[in-house]
């Protein structure tokens, strides 16, 4: 009788093992995140209007374990996806991510998906800055911060749109995500990053230097008003300047031509009489 209940004890034991094990499989992702993300930026990179649909897609609570509260792909992939954690089991996804974000910054100039980039990647620098001290927060502001210099570079330079040697260094470093970052303020922003980190945390000065990169790419281009402003008024009015010097000069050989005239009309006349 002991040996049937051992039996049977043993029997229920590798049954409950064997569910664990089916469960555990069940629950597995058919792909790895990081396959995901890459289907993702080939898929911006192939089609037109991708980008702007994957940017306008938002996850709602309870969708998923990880989706604790609604928000966008964009917001879920910069604040999940994009830092480097240790309890991560995709070590690709960072990387991956990285990809997709530089996929969409690079999907054309001016379209939606570019601006709602923009704004999201300053909404996860607000979220990050506002967590409290600790090594979560440091890393979620460096990835933020690498992923801000990392779009500026992909995105296609406005100078690839002018012909001219000249035009191409008066915008030499300006695109739509560099402006859409001046014109939302993002210099004051990293400027500010200091005011929200304790001093004496260990991560405090690879923080402060992820924020320099971009930051002295943003003030370099803000130091530079020709590469805003100096292209198009600048070529009218040497335009006009050089318009009113040619009038100008068919004016005097206008009048050259008619004094000639006259003298070789009153020789003429001089000679008859």
Known sequence: MREEKKEQEGEKGASSEEGKAAKVKASKPLMP????????????????????????YCYTAGQSELIK???????????????????????DTPALA?????????????TDAQV????????????????????????????????ISTIMESCPSTSSFYSTAAAKTQHNGMNNIIRLFLKKGLVNDLARVPHSLDLSSPNMANTVNAALKPLETLSRIVNQPSSLFGG???????????????????????????????????????HNV
Not at 99 to 108: E, I, P, R, T
Request: glycine share 6%; aromatic share 2%; with cysteine.
């Open 33 to 56: 995140t990081s396959t995901i993300l890459r289907l993702l930026a080939e898929l911006v990179r192939s089609y037109v209007g991708i980008a702007t649909l994957i940017a306008s």
């Open 69 to 91: 509260e609604d928000c966008s792909v964009l917001a879920f992939v910069l604040d999940h996806l994009l830092p480097h954690t240790q309890n991560s089991e995709d070590k």
């Open 98 to 110: 990285r990809l997709f974000l530089a996929s969409l910054a690079a999907a054309g100039t001016g």
């Open 116 to 147: 709602a980039l923009v704004n999201e990647v300053k909404a996860a620098l607000s979220r990050a800055l506002a967590m409290a001290e600790g090594t979560e927060k440091h890393a979620r502001l460096q990835a933020v911060m690498c992923i």
């Open 232 to 270: 198009k008024g600048g070529s009218s009015k040497n335009k006009a300047e050089h318009d009113t010097v040619g009038t100008a000069r068919d004016s005097n050989s206008n009048t050259q031509d008619q004094g000639i005239h006259r003298r070789q009309m009153g020789l003429t006349h001089t």
